[in-house]
DNA sequence: CATTTTACTTACTAGTTAGTAAGCTGTCAA
DNA sequence: TTGACAGCTTACTAACTAGTAAGTAAAATG
């Protein structure tokens, strides 16, 4: 017996990036079992129903989100680094790497997923925007960066584009999505 | 023998709503036979594979815009009411009916559908692409919109804002969805 | 009227899906 | 050293998946 150390995050690591890769109805027990070289049984040891599996992604991954925002790395930046910061995480880990946003892909998909994971990527995507609401607010008053209108309403829209962004760029390649980010750069600019 | 009047027609029909609906892995044959009373064999008949029926689907899509940008009641509009006429396909006909943009549905699992189908998301993406640089490229020569940046890179902006925004209207509400329009708008005041 | 074609149905297949029940084995604590 | 438990495997199920082959009834065609 093959032992694999720390099986349930490796479970969950893989998860992830198969729900950014193929979507919550694209990926099955199998593939997860096949690719650790385990039996799909193993999975669901650890994870009871294929539902449960998606809430925990998403719950480690606001978790995350929470650590992040809260640390001092990302805390004591600038107003202008945090946005950066923010979306660097879509260029770097996402669009580079072909994968999309986790809650783009399960809103996609929206009404063909569990209710309890429906609810999961509801409470994540408004973390989300409520941080990043919060960083034009603080940047726009500072005066660092400049956009008219209401801060919530283009949370809501930077939010949408690197989402929609993400998608493109699998289509139409990652250079797409780095003319969005530039171009959501030039529309912020005092 | 219950006779449907244009099956083919009828099938592409449900299968685009599906699609915006459930995403190309969220819907079967069967659910298209059921909800038609008909079996599944019939379907088949229509459209040998899956892929094939996707592929109708935005081909046929693909063609409506082609015929709709072409068409004078479009064409002959002013630049504002082109734009204006851009985002209420994507108000009336998508947020207000939970619905998602069909490129958006499968760009989000494009490594999941069929080689076929992910060329024609590719050709519809880039072909809506195309009128809204055109039609933002006018618009900002003529004075009657203003935007700093390329117009290419404004358009991708807009259309990955679109995209991005029914998604986030499955699980925040269309209310959400109307202020990313309306944020969309202020951005492009003169 | 005979024949072909259209639009199905019936009945099936092989593969995949999430999920389960029971058994096995190495580790660790008492 | 015994027993509990974690972490699996083996072996299975029922439901669903896309897809097929053969047959049928009605309509179109010649």
Redesign the interface.
Known sequence: MVKIENSKRTILNLAESLLQ???F???SYAHIANELGVKNAAIHYHFATKEDLGVAVVQRYRERFKLWINNSRVKDLSHEEKLDWFLRIYTDFRADK?K?CL???M??????IPEGL?SE??LL??EMLDWLRGTLTEGRDAGVIA????P???A??I???????L??A???GSK?FH??V???K??L?V
Not at 107 to 112: H, K, L, P, V
């Open positions: 890769d193929k979507g109805n694209g990926f072909g999309v809650v783009g892909s809103e996609a998909e929206f009404n063909s429906q990527v509801q995507h408004k956009f008219n209108g209401e919530v309403n283009k809501a829209l939010m949408s584009t690197l989402q929609g962004g998608q493109m699998r289509a139409l797409k003319d969005v530039t171009q959501i030039v529309d600019l």
